[in-house]
């Protein structure tokens, strides 16, 4: 599918994020280039882009071409000054966070671990790792918000908040609205899979994909939808949450209430239990990546029976979802999938090909150790410069330039996207 721009006279803001998104997309473009694809007269394309550039979201610079008549061609890209936001990663043992740009470049990262379940000390522990994050940087001048990515589902009284793999003690996503009244900053938040699903979308290995699902393998499991560029949400915002659909027939008992649930077979706290380490879930890459490394028994094991319910869900959800391909990430080291994913090969044959056609069926993130936390910070970004329909019907007042040329909604506390 491809964004195209309206003429409706209210629809100022929206042409222009689609301009930055095909932009974003192309890696640079020609005016010229930009009016055919999105269908703006060239006078529209040619006040965006001088708008664009004269609040410092996009540069110019002139493509040299050898031997050309006349003036080469102008290009715009994104500028990787114009903005920068904050992820912050919470997990059961550790809270990650991140500074990155404009272009989905880390600047500098941040771990600290941390017993999630005390949310008075997570909400200080996020509180500095801000504080950490902005001190010292010039990224920071033009700082969009925080976002907070998060295990779910939320607001399901049986199953939100409750056991190893989510954010046990927790009742309500209060925290959030304090980190920001103490920051005063926006705050953005989401269920972690429907975070690294946006920052593949929008930096990462989906970027030429318009539907995917995307399968976060952390401490538990989750997976996000991603159809026509937009996380599908479901009724109450924690639809395709495939870690706890069983799979399993009078299997494993399940912190949900059910047996068998994929999550108990295909996460980083399954391994953990085989294992009887609680260091690989909560420990950080570098243990993972070192047990790996020596080829434990253990966990050779256990890759070869996950691998058994990784074949089964990818067959499952691409009959059901049919995408365009299935990307992994997570906070697993991309080393641990990959031997993970290629155990599970050949894949069973299902509506997106056969045993004999594999290519293109799962991507990898390419991120590794940033995948989780540049998922987080790709919310605010996401929140100022994706282009959906619904900035036609917002009223822009009090804001700042960025805001008033984008628009964006208000916010008075944390937002969830």
């Given at each position: 599918?491809?964004?195209?721009?309206?003429?409706?006279?209210?629809s100022a803001?929206y042409?222009?994020?689609?301009?930055?998104?095909?932009?974003?997309?192309?890696?640079s473009?020609?005016?010229?280039?930009?009016?055919?694809?999105?269908?703006l007269?060239p006078q529209t394309v040619?006040?965006?882009?001088s708008?664009?550039?004269?609040?410092g979201?996009?540069?110019?610079r002139?493509?040299k071409?050898?031997?050309?008549?006349?003036?080469?061609?102008?290009?715009?890209?994104?500028n990787?000054?114009g903005?920068?936001?904050?992820?912050?990663?919470?997990?059961p043992g550790?809270?990650?966070?991140?500074?990155a740009?404009?272009?989905?470049?880390v600047?500098r990262k941040?771990e600290?671990?941390v017993?999630?379940?005390?949310?008075?000390?997570?909400?200080?522990?996020?509180?500095n790792?801000?504080?950490d994050?902005?001190?010292r940087?010039?990224?920071t001048?033009?700082?969009?918000?925080?976002?907070?990515a998060?295990?779910?589902p939320?607001?399901?009284?049986?199953?939100s908040?409750?056991g190893p793999?989510?954010?046990?003690?927790?009742?309500d996503l209060?925290?959030?609205?304090?980190?920001?009244r103490?920051?005063g900053l926006?705050v953005?938040?989401?269920v972690?899979?429907?975070a690294?699903?946006?920052?593949?979308?929008?930096?990462?290995?989906?970027?030429?994909?318009?539907?995917?699902?995307?399968?976060?393998?952390s401490?538990g499991?989750?997976?996000?939808?991603v159809?026509n560029?937009?996380?599908?949400k479901g009724?109450?915002?924690?639809?395709?949450?495939?870690g706890?659909?069983?799979?399993?027939p009078?299997g494993r008992?399940?912190?949900?209430?059910?047996?068998?649930?994929?999550?108990?077979y295909?996460?980083?706290h399954?391994?953990?239990?085989?294992?009887?380490?609680?260091?690989?879930k909560?420990?950080?890459?570098?243990?993972?990546?070192?047990?790996?490394?020596?080829?434990?028994?253990?966990l050779?094991q256990?890759?070869?029976?996950?691998?058994?319910?990784?074949?089964?869900?990818?067959?499952m959800?691409?009959n059901?979802l049919?995408?365009?391909s299935?990307?992994?990430?997570g906070?697993?080291?991309k080393?641990?999938?990959?031997?993970l994913v290629?155990?599970a090969?050949?894949l069973?044959?299902?509506?997106?090909?056969?045993?004999?056609?594999?290519?293109?069926?799962?991507r990898?993130?390419?991120?590794d150790?940033?995948?989780?936390?540049?998922?987080?910070?790709?919310?605010?970004?996401?929140?100022?410069?994706?282009?959906?329909?619904?900035?036609?019907l917002?009223?822009?007042?009090?804001?700042?330039?960025v805001?008033?040329l984008?628009?964006r909604?208000?916010a008075?506390g944390a937002g969830?996207?």
């Amino acid at each position: 599918m491809v964004s195209r721009g309206t003429t409706q006279q209210s629809s100022a803001p929206y042409n222009r994020r689609i301009v930055l998104d095909v932009i974003r997309r192309q890696g640079s473009m020609s005016r010229k280039e930009i009016v055919d694809t999105v269908s703006l007269s060239p006078q529209t394309v040619a006040n965006i882009t001088s708008d664009l550039e004269s609040i410092g979201l996009i540069v110019s610079r002139r493509l040299k071409v050898e031997k050309s008549r006349g003036q080469p061609p102008i290009v715009f890209e994104l500028n990787p000054n114009g903005g920068s936001s904050i992820g912050i990663s919470l997990e059961p043992g550790r809270v990650s966070g991140a500074l990155a740009n404009l272009v989905g470049e880390v600047i500098r990262k941040q771990e600290v671990e941390v017993d999630a379940r005390d949310k008075r000390h997570t909400l200080m522990v996020m509180v500095n790792l801000i504080k950490d994050l902005t001190a010292r940087s010039a990224a920071t001048d033009r700082l969009w918000g925080v976002g907070v990515a998060l295990p779910g589902p939320f607001a399901v009284t049986d199953m939100s908040f409750g056991g190893p793999t989510a954010l046990e003690g927790w009742n309500d996503l209060s925290v959030l609205d304090e980190l920001h009244r103490i920051t005063g900053l926006h705050v953005f938040y989401s269920v972690d899979s429907v975070a690294g699903a946006l920052g593949e979308s929008l930096f990462g290995v989906a970027k030429d994909l318009n539907n995917f699902f995307y399968m976060h393998f952390s401490v538990g499991l989750g997976g996000t939808l991603v159809s026509n560029r937009s996380a599908y949400k479901g009724a109450n915002g924690n639809a395709t949450e495939i870690g706890h659909v069983p799979l399993v027939p009078g299997g494993r008992p399940c912190y949900c209430g059910n047996r068998g649930c994929l999550e108990r077979y295909l996460s980083l706290h399954s391994l953990s239990e085989a294992l009887g380490r609680a260091d690989v879930k909560d420990g950080g890459r570098e243990v993972l990546a070192k047990i790996l490394q020596d080829q434990d028994p253990g966990l050779l094991q256990w890759c070869r029976e996950a691998a058994v319910h990784l074949r089964n869900a990818v067959c499952m959800i691409e009959n059901l979802l049919d995408p365009e391909s299935i990307v992994i990430g997570g906070s697993a080291p991309k080393a641990f999938l990959e031997h993970l994913v290629s155990l599970a090969m050949p894949l069973l044959g299902s509506v997106r090909g056969s045993p004999r056609t594999p290519d293109n069926r799962i991507r990898l993130s390419e991120r590794d150790e940033d995948s989780s936390i540049l998922g987080a910070a790709v919310l605010p970004i996401y929140e100022m410069l994706s282009p959906r329909f619904e900035m036609l019907l917002q009223e822009r007042r009090g804001q700042s330039r960025v805001e008033g040329l984008l628009g964006r909604r208000p916010a008075s506390g944390a937002g969830r996207l």
